[in-house]
């Protein structure tokens, strides 16, 4: 499966921004999929994931209540919600995916990337 992630962007502290992830290839619906992120000189780390139906999602404690991580199976696209944004926040977002019903919460859990899109939070 190819993945395309965009909607990254600069935005000031508190505001919001959309991140979608355009999968096409295979059959989306069969993918768990998550978000991940990596900051200049910090490892990738996990934000959100969610199972194939959508039914259930998971959130890293740093983005509780502030992130939402959604699908559309019909436009083989995931989504995070980002709101209250926040400059620790900045950070190169990645999408992934995995063909399997178990959601993981780890980088090595994922078989594809999308390449990064870059979220800019200033203060």
């Known amino acids: 499966v190819q993945l395309q992630a965009s909607g990254g962007g600069l935005v000031q502290a508190g505001g919001s921004l959309r991140l979608s992830c355009a999968a096409s290839?295979?059959?989306?619906?069969?993918?768990?999929m998550g978000w991940f992120r990596q900051a200049p000189g910090r490892e990738r780390e996990f934000v959100a994931a969610i199972s194939r139906t959508g039914g259930s999602t998971y959130y890293a404690d740093s983005v509780k209540g502030r992130f939402t991580i959604s699908r559309d199976n019909a436009k083989n696209t995931v989504y995070l919600q980002m709101n209250s944004l926040k400059p620790e926040d900045t950070a190169a977002y990645y999408c992934?995916?995995?063909?399997?019903?178990?959601?993981?919460?780890?980088?090595?859990?994922?078989?594809?990337w999308g390449q990064g899109t870059l979220v800019t939070v200033s203060s």
């Open positions: 992934a995916a995995r063909n399997d019903i178990v959601v993981f919460t780890t980088t090595t859990g994922y078989e594809y």
């Open positions: 290839g295979r059959t989306f619906s069969n993918y768990v």
